[in-house]
């Protein structure tokens, strides 16, 4: 199943909006790539050392990628069913993450078999985390308990059971390897210290809490859920300092930026906001669908969002400055190539040498080149390309079906590309030349949008149209294949037979028969 691409952010304020250096900063994103995973995608956590790979948990695998080329390093399919909480230690060598068969393993990043299964809650695990001195690893379940292990022998340590309901969001501590943060849908958040053997702390959210975080400082604590985003003051007791409400749905996640600690949301209904000093909304990122998880890169290079259709999208910032570096540092080539002059005339005895062309790629061979999959499908599909030349269109569908990422290129479109790729299959899906291909593209397409075509009435229309098609399609060949066999049949009987004769008599014989006669 996958859902419509998203928007591309514009570089230019709207009219009236105000102009800030933070508006300026969350604008210079790139447009999203995006990324088709096995299901919803969960919970996303990049590493805290360079590189800063990032893993993403989705469905039964969890997956390590590379920040700037999206290629997965390394996956962990250990799972019998949905896997949660997949997050990295300090050092970025090891992996935690929880399961719904109520099992926690342990991965090294470098390898593929789990080091260590922890046993012990009855329920799912969609809260793991390390504590921060790497030894020590912190749980929470469906079970309504929170638990820590040991990561040296595998065994428990120590056990709370203080939440009446589910427990789905939890933090722990980089300061103190004694404290972490669990918040629970009975609307509470409690902080925990392991020195005292329970709960020291306890803020009412006031609805399910979905995520939780600290400040670096772990001065401030921030809860959201519902659709409502708190900070907490725990120098003061746990006293709330802001209750934010800029979301229309339930928000699902939150985490902080690396620069000036700004607060980035995300939400079901679709939105990611980004939050000045003064909890003020300076900048919004829109999707296709609902978002469950967010994160951003050490550096703030990258922002990945989760949807709940499977999509990944990945933002890269842009960097104006390289690039005019670059062009700066360029030399210009002269125009000519004569070796006295432009105006020098070539004598005859003169011996020109001509100027190599270059050859220049086209624009979706250069985006084919650098792997950006979805883009050159729509460079393909441009209106002059497709009505003039649609053996372009389904030479680059060719190629990506070679390369095996068809079905990357094709998920993931909003409204206005699918349409159009849509119109393009129903024109030309009946030409001889394109239509072996342009039926699998037609299955591809079917198969990921039958369940979000109701959600756009033109959509639905030219996906019931194509299925028309291809049924009339279908009856026309039977059709033929019928009288292709009738014509068959009377070719056969019309073909004339040989007689076969008998020898011929010798000539007196044959003047005594006359004379009989």
Known sequence: MASFKPTKVHAYPKLGEKVTEDTLYWKSYKAPVQIKEFGAVTRIEFSPVAPHNYVVTASTRIQVYRPQSQEPLQSFTRFRDTAYGGSFRGDGKLLVAGSEEGLIRLFDVSGRVALRQFRGHSKAVHVTSFLSDGYRVMSGSDDLSCRMWDVANGTQLSSYTEHTDYIRAGAASRLNPDLYITGSYDHTVKLFDMRVGGSVMTMQHGHPVESVLLYPSEALLVSAGGRYVKVWDLLKGGQQLVSLKNHHKTVTCACLSTTDNKLLTGSLDRHVKVYNSSYKVVHNFDYATSILSLAVAPDDEVIAVGMTNGVLSVRHRKHTEDKQEALSKRRRTPAYRVFKGKNYIAKQDDFLVSKTVRQHLQKHDRQL???????????ALETWKRFSKPEVTVA??????????????????DEQNLTTLLNFIIKNITDTRFSRLLLKVADMVIDLYHDVAPQSSIVERLLQRLLELLGREAELQQELLQVLGILDT??????????VSGPAAPPGMQGSQLQAA
Request: hydrophobic share 40%; no cysteine.
């Open 490 to 499: 009377l070719f056969a009987s019309l073909t004339p037979r040989k007689e």
């Open 369 to 379: 080149k650098s792997f950006q999959v979805s883009k050159a499908l729509d460079t």
């Open 396 to 413: 680059v569908m060719m190629e990506l079906n070679r390369r095996g990422t068809l079905k990357n290129a094709l998920a993931g479109r």
